[in-house]
């Protein structure tokens, strides 16, 4: 059964460094979505991306984010500047074209700015 | 705007029982879908159950069904015979027509004892 890919499952950082997140969603999917989990809290909404483009993003996605799909499987989280509460299990999801579909998640990466 | 509430932090239940994890909504939107999920300790989120709200039975999917009470706004996940790989953090999640993304709630610490 296909499966959301993410690498790496662990990244660990210091403080000021740029990241990037990298996700190779399901091959049939059309929108792309990274979504972040801060530890014992919930899954908040980052970022959607269709069509080449972002569609959608929450407050949290600020100037220091950015997303990109350098081809046609990889889709990449960009963090410029890394700050000590951008540590978090970051969740790239993706799915199919019909508002009924579901969204299917990657595994994570966890990510530890120190 | 859309609002996901689990109010029960955390459900213990035996094994082989059923159990019921509680799950509200409020949305201004005429057509939605809810979702639930499953997070185990390893981190990633499974997707187990699917419920648009237009849809005339309540979704069912092995031992998950989702009890939808369109009234009430209120989604329950039952899970019947309980086993002890249910173990994990559950999470309801709601999709508006408008909003592309999910919008999560808190979640609910299930844990099954032997």
């Known amino acids: 059964e296909p499966e959301v890919t993410q690498t790496p499952s662990h990244q660990v950082t210091q403080m000021g460094q740029e990241v990037i997140l990298r996700c190779v969603p399901i091959?049939?999917?059309?929108?792309f979505y990274w979504y972040r989990q801060i530890l014992g809290q919930k899954v908040e909404f980052l970022v959607s991306?269709?069509?080449?483009?972002?569609?959608?993003k929450s407050e949290i996605f600020d100037d220091q984010f950015s997303v990109e799909r350098p081809d046609g499987s990889n889709f990449t989280l960009k963090i410029r500047s890394t700050k000590l509460e951008d540590s978090a299990m970051y969740f790239c999801?993706?799915?199919?074209?019909?508002?009924?579909?579901?969204?299917?998640f990657g595994p994570g990466t966890r990510l530890t700015v120190l | 705007a859309q609002k996901i509430t689990q109010t029960q932090p955390g459900m213990f239940v035996q094994e082989k029982e059923a159990v019921t994890l509680d799950c509200t909504y409020d949305?201004?939107?005429?057509?939605?879908?809810l979702f639930w999920y499953k997070q185990p300790s390893s981190g990633e989120m499974i997707f187990l159950i699917y419920?648009?709200?237009?849809?005339?039975q309540n979704a069912t999917e092995g031992r998950y069904s989702l009890n939808f009470q369109k009234a009430r706004k209120s989604a329950n996940l039952v899970i019947s015979a309980s086993q002890l790989g249910d173990s994990a953090m559950y999470f309801c999640?709601?999709?508006?027509?408008?909003?592309?993304?999910?919008?999560f709630g808190t979640g609910t610490r299930l844990t099954v004892i032997p």
């Open positions: 999801a993706s799915r199919p074209l019909s508002f009924t579909d579901t969204q299917y």
């Open positions: 091959s049939n999917h059309l929108y």
């Open positions: 991306f269709y069509n080449n483009e972002i569609s959608e």
């Open positions: 949305t201004s939107d005429p057509s939605y879908g």
């Open positions: 419920q648009g709200s237009y849809d005339q």
């Open positions: 999640a709601m999709r508006g027509l408008e909003a592309n993304n999910l919008f």
